[in-house]
């Protein structure tokens, strides 16, 4: 046997871990550079959609300007000499009624414009007009539907058509009309009634009918 062999089998457990080391150093440097890409590309894609959010942002400002530019032209085009009626009502209808400057003024302008056409004016139509749109702020609250879905309702005041207002509890049949002119006074068939004189008492059942979401 060799010199200093006692029969056991000795490895050698001496490892060479430099190379191990040194990744163990570098991996702080790697993660931090990773890091900093990160941010760099994190940063890169909020600018740009940043960017894209002005950008919509800005187009939409301009078509708003545009709808209120020509709102205005149909504010008073219905109103004439009442366009102030108008103005005071939108400038409120935000908190009063919950509705944009633009719904408000499109709303009441349109009510206005069907008055005139089946002969109500003046101070009267108006006045009817504006509290009309701000009813149809405070059913869309009150009943939880869209400005729009509370407007095509009461357009029914003007129309005579009664299947929308059901869904807010009024069923506007003749009947219920006839009995209601006769408890205000009124001793007309609703047969005999003008146009105008209809929409009048169509406009006062339908307010008293919804008098429970005014103002909500």
């Keep these: 046997m060799a010199a200093g062999y006692d029969g056991s089998i000795r490895i050698d457990t001496r490892v060479d871990t430099t190379g191990f080391q040194r990744g163990i150093h570098a991996l702080p440097k790697q993660l931090s550079g990773l890091t900093r890409a990160a941010g760099v ?37 219905a109103f004439g000499d009442m366009t102030y009626m108008v103005e005071d009502f939108a400038d409120t209808a ?3 009624f919950g509705m944009s400057e633009l719904a408000a003024k499109r709303t009441a302008s349109t009510y206005m414009a069907m008055s005139k056409s089946m002969g109500i004016t003046g101070k009267a139509a108006a006045e009817m007009s504006i509290a009309v749109a701000g009813l149809s702020g405070d059913v869309a609250s009150f009943f939880n539907v869209s400005q729009d879905v509370a407007d095509t309702a009461l357009k029914s005041i003007w129309t005579g058509e009664t299947e929308t ?24 068939k609703i047969a005999a009634m003008s146009q105008a004189e209809q929409v009048q008492l169509r406009y006062m059942y339908v307010m008293q009918q919804l008098s429970l979401s005014q103002g909500d």
């Design 94 to 96: 935000i908190e009063k």
């Design 165 to 188: 207002l059901k869904q807010f509890g009024v069923v506007m049949t003749q009947a219920n009309l006839q009995q209601f002119a006769y408890q205000q006074g009124i001793k007309k």
């Design 41 to 77: 590309l994190g940063a890169a894609l909020t600018a740009a959609f940043a960017v894209d959010k002005i950008v919509a942002m800005g187009k939409e400002a301009i078509n708003l300007a545009s709808d209120l530019q020509e709102v205005e032209n149909v504010v008073t085009t």
